[in-house]
């Protein structure tokens, strides 16, 4: 896969190019199809799912490959591991000077990104009164969605 076949994504490819040579690691062709995968996915993935579509895709990557590229690219600080309910881990994208925090349902695990410049002014204003710098941190909300219809609808696809 081409590295412009992802646009928006200079800086990932970049990043994880720089990464693989600090680490002695070379880049392969399946890496760079399961990268190229997991960056046209606009949502949390978890590696089950990232599995199922690079193989009905075409290619013939193992569940352990996707795995290990998952971990390296997490080691790497291009990804977030995250793990909102029930112990499954899903990853998204580690956006260069972005954040956002989560909104989980816990009935449905729909997940909903938001960003709030109060909280974000809250947490900084918390750190410094206790002598603290913010390196990073994470907000993660859990409750039931109002709209009991879409959330029902939600959970049949899970089930």
Known sequence: MPKNETPGFA??????????????LKQTQQRRVIVHHFLS???HVDADEL????????HDVG????YRTLNLLTEAGLIEQKSFQDGRSVFEVAHPDSHHDHLICVECRNVVEFEDHEIEALQEAIAEKYGMELKTHRLDLFGRCLDKEACDGRKKILT
């Open 51 to 58: 599995h199922r579509q690079v193989n009905a895709e075409g």
């Open 41 to 43: 996915i606009d949502s």
């Open 11 to 24: 800086w990932f490819w970049e990043g994880l190019d720089q990464y693989l040579e600090r680490m002695g």
């Open 63 to 66: 569940l352990a490959t996707i």
